[in-house]
């Protein structure tokens, strides 16, 4: 079975405080996909990356940036938390060609204060 | 922007068949419909996806009109379990930064007993 483990389930950060959120996933995908959701919005993608050390901006990327060193592994950055940050962050993973589906993580919970 | 229209709501009764109904009229040749569920508090779970032909796998059949402009996901026996939010998505998965992956709001699905 595919896994893609998220870091945390749930995390409460300060305002102001530098935040990683780390994701790895198991099946060698070259894709990999940051979401937030947050009521009444649907999922929200952040930033996906298509290849280790390639990144692509998604709808809402202001305040957030990634990090993509080794294919198993994208991680979020928060640089400066703030309370309009707290949500729920998913990560998905998936590979290229073909009809393929995509995979995700459990989410974190994220609490600015 | 999400490429694809649902409603926002929909109840079905334990059961009865649930016809989901997705609107994407501007649906490209190569890009591929795709349905996906999430279960509160829980990552999205990938259901079914097809290209032209009508499929159907162990969860849901999915059927798409034959201008591709719309689609309709079925679970033919709905049971609590279903109440779920469904998106339904299209994409390509080329490669590069081609592999967005946008999600809508996606439509509540309440099973009633």
């Known amino acids: 079975d595919v896994k893609v483990t998220q870091s945390s389930r749930y995390l409460v950060k300060r305002t102001g405080e530098k935040v990683f959120l780390e994701c790895v996933q198991d099946?060698?995908?070259?894709?990999m996909f940051w979401y937030r959701q947050d009521p009444g919005l649907g999922l929200r993608l952040i930033y996906f990356?298509?290849?280790?050390?390639?990144?692509e901006k998604g709808d809402i990327p202001e305040g957030y940036s990634v990090s993509r060193e080794k294919k198993e592994r994208f991680s979020l950055i928060l640089e400066s938390a703030s309370t309009n940050q707290t949500s729920m962050y998913l990560c998905?993973?998936?590979?290229?060609?073909?009809?393929?589906?995509?995979?995700f993580g459990q989410g974190t919970r994220l609490t600015v204060v | 922007d999400a490429k694809t229209t649902q409603p926002t709501s929909m109840d079905c009764a334990e059961g009865r068949a649930a016809n989901l109904p997705c609107n994407h009229s501007?649906?490209?040749?190569?890009?591929?419909v795709y349905w996906y569920r999430q279960i509160h508090s829980q990552g999205p779970q990938y259901i079914i996806h097809?290209?032209?032909?009508?499929e159907t796998n162990e969860m849901a059949s999915l059927i798409i009109t034959e201008d591709r402009k719309s689609s309709t996901l079925i679970l033919p026996h709905a049971t609590l379990r279903d109440t779920a939010v469904y998106y339904c998505?299209?994409?390509?998965w080329g490669g590069g930064a081609t592999n967005k992956l946008i999600f809508g709001t996606g439509t509540l699905l309440a099973v009633q007993p």
């Open positions: 998905a993973t998936g590979t290229v060609g073909g009809n393929t589906e995509a995979f």
């Open positions: 099946m060698d995908h070259e894709n």
């Open positions: 990356s298509y290849d280790v050390k390639m990144k």
């Open positions: 501007t649906i490209s040749g190569n890009e591929y």
């Open positions: 097809g290209l032209k032909n009508n």
């Open positions: 998505i299209v994409r390509v």
